[in-house]
């Protein structure tokens, strides 16, 4: 009698357990666990980067960081969308996915800009209980869902008829998702703007501008490096605090270079190069060593768990079909992907693929579910069977909104904070002259 009392009680017991957990269960409640292989990834977004003007360099040993990367890694051409739109191009690979009619139509009446589409990457990671940090990223915003996302968007931008930077480069420099990193953002943007004169005659170009087109295209020069000097103490600074499972970086800078000085690294490609072009000559070679230092920077705080990630979403060649811009993207040459990691495959030959497969590539390397809607697919052969195996394609029909919001008054009352740099940096340039 007291064995099947005993037996009863515990049937109970047991009965009451599942019952509270049946009414306390919804669907899609599960806790959200983080990623799952112990990977940490890294992704480097270098604006115009390409093979084509990559190679030489690298032949050359000029890149000491990147050089490596691609020894054990695996490489690709990413296959550019038309038009090479900058905002456009880094959207669709921090998502997956294309843009929709609402975002073209707000490309086209923007001249090229997007508000309001913090990377899918950072948001998908943080509401799967992981950490994200974007710095940079085109279209960025500081979306306030979580603390386990850190938006730092820093691109500031000069006016179109100063120095030819193009209007998609979004202005402000306290921008980001909480008060805390807006300090941090402001205080680095006091200290390279001190750094940033000294820093360019030290790293890029050490002269006198000269006249005409040459003194703007170095004034745009010195606020590209400006912008990607700030981005590169952010992003290292917020990563080391951090330790976030996904960084997002992009540097703008060398897109403005490649833009104004592809024709002085490159003379062949253009007959009847005047005489001057000898003095801008290293101008390009020098920021590619740069933004391998920026590499480098980022790569010593990592570990052997840690992916990275270069890519670019267009290539840059050399045109005449502007006056004054030697650099083109016009009939979208290919962009750059490198991929090195303890747990990438490697492959004899280059991948192909399009900007829309890196985020569900980036997705399986964590163990993250990844949305149905992404239009990418993974790069399976670039990973290693054991990796699938232990952490199988899982796949989820959760995605974010679109998220198109207007402007905000940050930037629309910018203008001023603007005017004052580019003066601080005439007068820096008049100075040294």
Partial sequence: MTIRRAILAVVLVASLVLMSFVIGWEPGTRAPEGPSTGIKIVVVGVDGLDWFLMRKLLEEGTLPSITPLLTRGLTGEIAADVPAIPEAGWTVLARGRGLTENERARLASTGGRLFGLAPELGRLVARSGGTALSVGWPASWPVGESERLVVAPYRPEAPVHETGLPAAIVSGDALSSSDDVAARVADAVARNEELCEDEFRRLIFDGSAGDGEWSKHLLAARWAFLSDLT?????????????????????????????????????????????????????????????????????????????????????????????????????????????????????PRPLSLTGQDVAPTILALLGLAIPTDMDGRVLKEALPGGLLRNHPLSYSGETGPEGIDPAPSDLAAGDALVSERLAMLRAAMARRE
């Fill in 231 to 347: 981005t590169i103490d952010l992003a290292a600074s917020l990563m080391a605090d951090e330790e976030p499972d996904l960084t997002l970086v992009c540097f703008g800078g060398l897109d403005v270079i490649l833009h104004r000085f592809l024709a002085p690294a490159m003379p062949s490609f253009f007959e009847g190069s005047p005489p001057e072009y000898d003095r801008y000559e290293s101008v390009l070679t020098n920021y590619f060593v740069f933004i391998d230092s920026c590499v480098e920077r980022l790569r010593r705080l990592t570990d052997e768990n840690t992916v990275f990630v270069i890519c670019s979403t267009y290539g840059t060649h050399p045109s005449l079909d502007v006056p004054t811009i030697s650099g083109s993207h016009s009939g979208g040459p290919p962009g750059v992907l490198i991929l090195r990691g303890a747990n990438i495959a490697q492959r």
